[in-house]
């Protein structure tokens, strides 16, 4: 199998492949081979040996990729087949940007509505979540386009706040 | 005095399970509350004996002072132990169970409403001879008030609430044009969190440590200080990791703070465990913050460079025993480091990040400690504080704690949910942090370092991690078709346990 993999905006292409032997297989970064012994370590958790290099390593599936963490250290590994080309491409910079609710909680406010201009870093709503206030913000300068939200409403992780043009 | 026989725990998470396990070696049955969410929380699990009291909402339930009496009368619980936040600083919850009969574990309702009220707590530290942050001694109603006041004490400034604590209701302010908002924003959370609204003005100070000292006094006019705690790294002006010694403290200081400490306590009336918060600036100069009248989260640092168990201290000092030491009698011995595990996303600007823990692998050996109040399996719900637990690590010098909390941080796993752990392991790295030179705008000035990209050898292995995992899956996924399209489907519906070895 042939990935596009993303680490922190950082893209290489990875060729995975099983070898002979059990847990046994070759990865190539960019056409540099590793080989790697694999083993199932419990749930969500591999022991990996590299080159002699003994690894811990956890990963859960999350949306695209894996969340993998090593030794207290955690990286997003973002995965798109090579050959079926780039599905999840970034969007064009300038399109509409979704400002989604980042996680449960309720509406204490909104500061914009449709048609008013914002800046970069500007606050768009205040959701209580977890006993605090936390105010969403602006991720770049553009028009509300629409703010299908009211004060007082409770949300969803992901549900659309404020949609920029 | 007469010893109890069960003590109903009046909170949830860590904290109640901490405190039932004090009651369990003490041979006291502990009674757990819980909320509907927290049927199958860890606090129920390890207590006694265990009585719902409402919907999710805390307001609902951890708050319900009528609920929880009627279940301290209904079990027979002699005492009420709060914990801290819900109802711990809440004067008429003390004063409902001194009239209900009930031992409150903790000082007199009305010491609670002295000091509880910030402003009623800065005047007697006056009257007391310590010193305070310059500010008002009255809370300000009116925004004309407000302004005058903050013009007289000069930006930056700190909006707080009066009856505030844990960091809510709390505003920094640089730029009085943004004073208002910040007053509505402090307010709003203020009413939200303590049903009190009111706020006060302090001098914000520049680059400030803040340390508090322990107290512990009896019910026969005995008190002591316990020493310090460096609770310096803070993010939203909440602590994330303690420490003591603290690096800043001299022995003269240590001495000096000790005695403003008990001074102060001694003049409020002062039973049980208090915490009292000083701001020390640059030039070594204590001003006393305010008083928790109640248990503190960090409590742990303190319990290991000393070996005393506070909370069983608090139960034995409720039951009206006299304090089992001196304050000559009491050393601190080597270093312990604390770092607060919560449920928030560093990266996302600390946003809460609640849902299941898939996974939990605690670290373990010497010199550590996990004061924990989940479980793998547990989801962790979004209606209460996002704390998941406190990890203590002792060493006999501040260097071996450190590099003892690096390992143990290296070994904590928590899958599922986004948790502070990584910002740790960066912090525990940083040059500053070991040096000691720390304060309490630290995260917020290192917070690019801190956040900084992984290394060429940590993106490597989890390419390999992650292409390995996804060839596993796909041949699963095939050997057992059908199932649905993608590589992470056949994961979530089957649980990785499910899936063979690649063939």
Redesign the interface.
Known sequence: ?I?D?T??G?T?R?E?R?GTG??R?T?R?DGRP?E?D?R?A?????S?I?CGHA?E???????????????????H?G?VEAARGAGTAPRAAGGPARVQA????KL?RVLVRAGQDVGAGQGLV?M???????EIRAPRAGRVKEAPVQEGQAVETGALLVLLE | MSSFRRILIANRGEIAVRIARACRELDIASVAVYSEADRAALHVRMADEAFAIGPAPSRESYLRIDRILEVARRSGADAVHPGYGFLAENAAFARACEEAGIVFIGPRGETIALMGEKTSARRLAVEAGVPVVPGTLAPLDDLDLLRGEAERIGLPIMIKAAAGGGGKGLRLVRDASLLAAAAERARSEALSAFGDGRVYLEKALERPHHIEIQVLADHHGHTVHVFERECSIQRRHQKVIEESPSPLVTPELRERMGALAVALAERAGYRNAGTLEFLVDAGGHPYFLEMNTRLQVEHPVTEMVTGLDLVKLQIRVAQGEPLPFAQADLRQRGHAIECRIYAEDPAQGFLPSPGRIVALRPPSGPGLRDDSGVYEGWDVPIHYDPLISKLVAWGTDRAEAIARMRRAVSEYAVLGITTTLPLFERVLRHPAFVAGDIDTGFIESHLGELLRAPSDEDRDMAVVAATVQALRDRQSARAQAPVPAGTTSAWRARGWRDLGPAR
């Open positions: 199998m990935y993999a680490v922190d950082h290489v990875a995975v099983a059990e847990g297989y990865v970064i590793l790697v694999v199932d419990g749930p969500h958790t591999m990996v590299a690894h390593v956890f990963l859960e599936p999350r949306e695209g990729g894996y969340r993998v963490l090593l030794r207290g250290r955690v990286l590994v995965l980042p996680m449960p909680g204490v205040v209580e979540a977890m006993k605090m206030e936390n």
